[in-house]
């Protein structure tokens, strides 16, 4: 079946630091992938997606690549900012018609 | 923008209650889902539907889950007898291509 493993947390930056949360996936066809933000005590909000092979996402100075040939969809952001504290997750839509998560990944970013 | 709300945002019941849970979907989308999420752990997937009729579920969604579209825009999940593990947010989501937009959720505390 389908799988995503995203990088274990939690993860700690400093505010204006560079950001990698490194996601790969097993899927049979070709999923769409996303990343998702859970901010505490909300809902899950649609951050960035790609649906074809080398299609770069972006939202938010966030960015992420979807690389066939490794399987991945890593989310970077070249300077966080305290408010990107949130629970990130990557998943991705198969053809099948739902979606595969990962675990999340907690992002604290200090002042 | 149109957005998928959920109702109530938290309720607390008794183990052994019926409760249910609603979600208006976005206007135009067609395919409904329902996704829990435990505590600290992942989204998993529970049921989707579409034409009036329940497409894929999980290994989750057994007798005690039902799922329903009684009018033209509500969507409801229903629990016919709580146990104390079904306490966890419950996420509505509708699909329009191959992007599913989730509502804020549910928290479902069973005592």
């Known amino acids: 079946g389908n799988s995503v493993t995203q990088m274990e947390g939690p993860v700690t930056l400093s505010e204006e630091a560079f950001l990698t949360i490194n996601c790969t996936y097993t899927?049979?066809?070709?999923?769409?992938l996303f990343w998702y933000v859970q901010y505490p005590g909300e809902g899950l909000q649609l951050l960035l997606k790609?649906?074809?092979?080398?299609d770069k996402g972006s939202n938010k100075g966030f960015e992420a690549t979807y690389r066939k040939e490794t399987t991945s969809f890593h989310l970077e952001k070249g300077s966080v900012q305290v408010s990107d504290s949130a629970v990130y997750f990557c998943?991705?839509?198969?053809?099948?018609?739902?979606?595969?998560f990962g675990d999340g990944t907690t992002l604290t970013v200090k002042p | 923008e149109p957005e998928v709300t959920q109702t109530p945002s938290h309720q607390v019941t008794q183990m052994g209650q019926e409760v249910i849970l609603r979600c208006v979907p976005i206007?135009?989308?067609?395919?409904f889902y329902w996704y829990r999420q435990i505590l600290g752990q992942k989204v998993e997937f529970l049921v989707s539907?579409?034409?009036?009729?329940?497409?894929?579920k999980s290994e989750i969604f057994d007798d005690q889950f039902s799922v329903e579209r009684p009018d033209g825009s509500n969507f409801t999940l229903k629990i016919r007898s709580t146990k104390l593990e079904d306490s966890a947010m419950y996420f509505c989501?509708?699909?329009?291509?191959?992007?599913?937009?989730f509502g804020p959720g549910t928290r479902l505390l069973v005592l």
């Open positions: 998943a991705l839509f198969s053809n099948a018609g739902k979606s595969t």
């Open positions: 899927a049979t066809g070709y999923p769409s």
């Open positions: 989501a509708s699909r329009v291509g191959e992007t599913q937009y």
């Open positions: 206007s135009n989308h067609l395919y």
């Open positions: 539907f579409y034409n009036n009729e329940i497409s894929e």
């Open positions: 790609a649906t074809k092979a080398d």
